[in-house]
């Protein structure tokens, strides 16, 4: 089959097709914990930091690129799994080496949960819950070249990938030791919600995301550029699920677009969908219909413009 075909930027029913991930924020209990376990388990450094009002907010990365933003906020309740919000951030990394390197120092902590790995077709990824209950994927792309197309999408799939295979394979000491100076970024969010119509209305309807895999009625991928997925949507915990409490874990997931025409025609598409959203020039800040936060910015900021939103 042919591959998908990529909007053009000038086709307003769907975002920009160099659209990317940008740092995921999640709220968290204890500070120390959260950061310590992502710089050990996943080789990322801290960035930047920042006080507003009780909160403490503390970006981290890998170099100057962005991934994960923790926001300070002890009292509240845990991650319910039940509810709507993040399934899991997925951590997308160069090639299988630095891939081999990050998933061997997640499984050498203690603190950490494996849950599984799997062949995608065009990924190969590993899954790991961090100490407060928030869903984590490692992954490397295959060659775009080597995807499958059926019937019009992208195909995938998931097949067991042997992690002990995979490590004897690709990991080597001294890839191990200079991983945090490797490239990282945030490949693609995977979230929770009450159900999958309701969510194509909102993530590919109002936020412009193309559809590249519906197989199944209980999830949703979707992207930019004819990518395989940046964001997904499924019910296979959150079925029926209503509005958000406000707790622990998932507090923003942002998205960066190349420029303010992008979020002009976002705010177009918001306004036709009866979406309401603020807009400071540079980003463009909505919900989801259960409540989760989605920001659209502007590419280019720093980690302390990041801290400053």
Excluded: C
């Amino acid at each position: 089959m042919n591959a998908l075909q990529s909007p053009s930027p000038a086709d307003k029913r769907f975002i920009n097709p160099d659209t990317t991930m940008d740092a995921v924020s999640l709220r968290v209990g204890d500070l120390d914990l959260m950061s310590t376990y992502y710089q050990n388990a996943l080789a990322l450094t801290p960035i930047e930091e920042r006080s507003r009002g009780t909160e403490v907010h503390r970006v981290l990365g890998r170099g100057e690129v962005p991934m994960v933003r923790f926001i300070h906020t002890p009292g509240l309740p845990g991650v319910d799994q039940h509810e709507a919000g993040l399934y899991h951030t997925a951590f997308l990394f160069d090639d299988a080496p630095s891939l081999a390197a990050t998933v061997y120092r997640a499984a050498q902590d203690a603190r950490t949960q494996f849950t599984g790995s799997s062949d995608h077709l065009v990924s190969e990824a590993f899954y790991f819950t961090d100490p407060e209950g928030n869903g984590i994927e490692l992954y490397t792309d295959r060659p775009r070249e080597k995807w499958e197309y059926r019937d019009g999408q992208i195909a995938m799939d998931t097949v067991y990938l042997d992690p002990n295979e995979y490590l004897r394979r690709h990991l080597t000491q001294e890839v191990f030791d200079v991983a945090p100076a490797l490239a990282g970024r945030v490949g693609h969010v995977h979230l929770q919600v009450g159900d999958v119509p309701t969510a194509r209305s909102f993530y590919v309807d109002a936020i412009g995301f193309e559809p590249t895999f519906s197989g199944f009625p209980t999830a949703l991928f979707a992207s930019a550029g004819g990518y395989h997925h940046h964001v997904a949507m499924n019910t296979w915990n959150s079925r029926g699920a209503g509005p958000r409490a406000v707790r622990l874990g998932l507090g923003d997931v942002s998205v960066t677009v190349p420029d303010r025409a992008d979020l002009d025609a976002l705010a177009s598409r918001l306004r036709r969908q009866g979406v309401q959203f603020g807009d400071d020039g540079r980003a463009i800040v909505t919900h989801d219909p259960w409540g989760t936060q989605v920001t659209v910015m502007i590419a280019g900021m720093t980690a302390d413009e990041l801290l400053s939103r």
